[in-house]
């Protein structure tokens, strides 16, 4: 259940997401909240983390989701979660961020400590050769989940502005409740129907 690979459609939407969410700051570098690593990576990782939005959208059982442009936190992810994205060890392209990222939730001030926040990795980040059809995606799998406020703990802390979690320190995804989520209560309500 907590590991999803994306179609070829899904990927040409992630794609286009991902161009959408950098296209109204190209070549305004200026504009970037933390840093800049140029509009084609900057895009790349747009890409990569609509992935995982819309992987872990699949993961709890919502069908209809296409990942938002440009909402700037007014809105969440994917129905009741934030969604935190993790590069793989060894991937050593300028958007994979730093080695002691990696594998580790990044939680900054501006993050509600009410939030649940869920760590994605793998999926688009991964280099694959697609040969014949079915042209299988890497998978997206989902690491593990932790409210906003156990995050942000002296032993976490990167910055003054900035945790890192490691994923040993998040819960288990089997932990993760998912009744009030609207695909899980439609595939709990047809399992019910069924028996």
């Not at 939730?105 to 079915?134: N, S």
């Not at 945790?163 to 009744?179: G, I, N, Q």
Request: charged share 20%.
């Amino acid at each position: 259940m907590w590991t999803y690979s994306l179609t070829v459609e899904e990927v040409a939407l992630v794609c286009q997401v991902g161009y959408e969410r950098q296209a109204e700051m190209f070549g305004q570098p200026e504009r970037n909240v933390n840093y800049y690593e140029g509009d084609h990576w900057e895009m790349l990782q747009h890409t990569i983390c609509a992935g995982s939005e819309l992987a872990f959208a699949r993961m709890i059982g919502i069908k209809e989701f296409t990942p938002h442009v440009n909402k700037f936190k007014t809105e969440l992810d994917v129905d009741g979660f934030e969604v935190r994205y993790t590069f793989p060890q060894g991937c050593n392209a300028p958007c994979c961020a730093s080695e002691s990222s990696r594998g580790r939730l990044r939680m900054t001030r501006r993050d509600d400590d009410d939030q649940i926040y869920v760590l994605i990795g793998g999926g688009l980040a991964i280099r694959t050769k697609m040969e014949t059809p079915p042209y299988t995606m890497p998978p997206y799998v989902a690491l593990g989940w932790a409210y906003g406020h156990e995050c942000k703990k002296p032993e976490f802390i990167y910055n003054a502005t900035t945790w890192y979690v490691p994923r040993a320190e998040l819960h288990p995804m089997d932990t993760l409740d998912l009744s009030n989520v609207q695909g899980m209560r439609q595939l709990l309500q047809g399992t019910q129907q069924n028996n």
